[in-house]
């Protein structure tokens, strides 16, 4: 191997193969380089070079995995099927290309559904708790499952909350006082406003006073158990709102 210093702007040649490279930027740890080369003449990075002569998808697809990890990097994964492509085909491996492009497609479409999870808007919910330690089981237990979660003290404090704020896709009571809790959640099923807001309630709350004649599931009150576990509750909640997507 022919080892050889070069400064910014100096370069090297090889006359009878028509290439020649020069240093165009050095800073940090990289160096940029310019190549001229005829055009029949393929010029590859040689990490990626070594990525071509493997057939795994694991090395082939690095950069576009990655991509999943942080959407800012779905350009170069793009970039990378390209060149990874265009390789091919200049070696005519007509198959390979498709292969390449069609994982490529994968992990993008992965990527891009990773992207939209992220970046989609949480399920907002209310929690309604007059006891601190129950109203901190609640909010975490939400938060832990995806839910962007406020939290008031009272059933009349729930209803100044929802007149004042955006409307949330749920609100769960926690409240000992049944006959505020009852009241609170007649007069947001009532309220057009507040249409579609899925109501939970930790505890038995009389449906008679509500003026309910079906099942809690039909009449839009959905009742928990506050016994249960979290991953019970959670599991309930989600089957709920889920069903209402």
Known sequence: ML????????????PTLGIEFKVLRIGGKSVRLGVKAPRNVPVVRSELESHQESDSETSETAPC??????PSKLFACLQFAL????FHLQRGEIDKARLM??????????AAAAFEAKSAKPRSA??????????RRMIDMLSHGGYAVD????????????????????????VRSEEKTDEAMSRIRKDPRWNGIKLFTLGDHRAAELGVRLSPRQSGIHRLNRDDNDTTLMNAIDQEMIGSA
């Open 3 to 14: 080892v050889l210093s070069r400064r910014k702007d100096e370069g090297v040649r090889f």
């Open 65 to 70: 995995r990655e991509a999943m990890k942080d």
């Open 83 to 86: 060149q990874v492509v265009d």
């Open 101 to 110: 492009m069609r994982r490529a497609e994968e992990r993008l479409a992965s």
């Open 126 to 135: 209310l929690v309604v708790a007059e006891n601190e330690q129950d109203r």
């Open 151 to 174: 939290a008031v003290a009272d059933a009349e404090e729930a209803l100044r909350y929802l007149a004042e704020h955006d409307r949330p896709d749920m609100v769960i009571f926690d």
